[in-house]
């Protein structure tokens, strides 16, 4: 039995007063829920530390959106892995779309930083996903099956690694893929982990994420092959954030 993360991504959004959404989620989801269920909020760096704040003692995990490869050095404006952990999150997202796009990384060095999460005792959440251009080519199982052996980390387990399949083309556009599209997606994504490390495969959470929302997170979330969700927008409201949690029983 795998259990569901729901992971918040708040992106380049929030200022302080955006903590109270934390402690509004926290109110809104039962004790319960979050003990069934990871529930991971990841704030913009400048939050991360009044979050885990904001959420001691609710058992809402706090993580990180980036970080960098390397332990420590000349990178300016760069935050490693050790840094985060050292901060006492729990997850870090590597591999975004939109650090893909924005800043040229590719799966080596989505690789790269997975590792230096695990280094760190991190979970790492991995992202994959195809551009519609690469949908519509009928390339989007070869896209996600090389990004997904050329990102996860030598030696990632159940425990260490979270896949996240997010479709370029549904973020943040209000287009969902179609759960039988998800479900397809995410049974080929465990079929590249079984080729890579056997024993994981079936214990593996793999997360979707693209435009999910009260509304259809439900049917999402009841998939076999969908082990919880990675949301933007949705993530930035409490009660939208709650209504997803909830969906997942
Ligand atoms: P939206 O939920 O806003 O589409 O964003 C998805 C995403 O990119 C989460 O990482």
Same mark, same amino acid.
């Given at each position: 039995?795998?259990?569901?993360?729901?992971?918040?991504?708040?992106?380049?959004?929030?200022?302080?007063?955006?903590?109270?959404?934390?402690?509004?989620?926290?109110?809104?989801?039962?004790?319960?829920?979050?003990?069934?269920?990871?529930?991971?909020?990841?704030?913009?760096?400048?939050?991360?530390?009044?979050?885990?704040?904001?959420?001691?003692?609710?058992?809402?995990?706090?993580?990180?959106?980036?970080?960098?490869?390397?332990?420590?050095?000349?990178?300016?404006?760069?935050?490693?892995?050790?840094?985060?952990?050292? $901060?006492?999150?729990?997850?870090?997202?590597?591999?975004?779309?939109?650090?893909?796009?924005?800043?040229?990384?590719?799966?080596?060095?989505?690789?790269?930083?997975?590792?230096?999460?695990?280094?760190?005792?991190?979970?790492?959440?991995?992202?994959?996903?195809?551009?519609?251009?690469?949908?519509?080519?009928?390339?989007?199982?070869?896209?996600?099956?090389?990004?997904?052996?050329?990102?996860?980390?030598?030696?990632?387990?159940?425990?260490?690694?979270?896949?996240?399949?997010? @479709?370029?083309?549904?973020?943040?556009?209000?287009?969902?893929?179609?759960?039988?599209?998800?479900?397809?997606?995410?049974?080929?994504?465990?079929?590249?982990?079984?080729?890579?490390?056997?024993?994981?495969?079936?214990?593996?959470?793999?997360?979707?994420?693209?435009?999910?929302? @009260?509304?259809?997170?439900?049917?999402? $979330?009841?998939?076999?092959?969908?082990?919880?969700?990675?949301?933007?927008?949705?993530?930035?409201?409490?009660?939208?954030?709650?209504?997803?949690?909830?969906?997942?029983?």
């Amino acid at each position: 039995m795998r259990r569901k993360l729901i992971a918040g991504n708040w992106k380049m959004n929030g200022v302080r007063a955006s903590l109270s959404e934390i402690a509004r989620l926290a109110e809104l989801t039962d004790r319960d829920q979050r003990r069934r269920h990871d529930v991971l909020i990841c704030p913009p760096l400048t939050l991360a530390w009044t979050s885990a704040l904001a959420a001691l003692g609710s058992g809402i995990l706090i993580g990180a959106q980036d970080c960098h490869a390397n332990a420590s050095g000349a990178h300016t404006g760069d935050v490693s892995a050790n840094m985060l952990s050292d $901060l006492g999150l729990s997850h870090v997202i590597v591999g975004h779309s939109e650090r893909r796009a924005d800043h040229a990384e590719t799966s080596a060095v989505v690789k790269a930083k997975a590792t230096a999460a695990l280094g760190a005792g991190l979970v790492a959440i991995v992202c994959v996903g195809e551009t519609l251009a690469e949908r519509e080519a009928g390339k989007a199982e070869a896209v996600v099956g090389r990004q997904v052996r050329a990102s996860l980390p030598d030696g990632f387990d159940a425990r260490t690694t979270v896949i996240a399949y997010e @479709p370029v083309w549904a973020i943040g556009t209000g287009k969902t893929a179609t759960p039988s599209d998800v479900q397809v997606m995410h049974s080929f994504i465990r079929s590249v982990v079984k080729r890579m490390a056997r024993t994981e495969a079936s214990a593996i959470r793999i997360l979707y994420g693209g435009s999910v929302k @009260p509304g259809n997170a439900a049917e999402l $979330l009841a998939l076999p092959d969908v082990d919880g969700a990675l949301v933007g927008g949705a993530s930035l409201v409490a009660s939208d954030f709650a209504s997803i949690v909830k969906a997942a029983g």
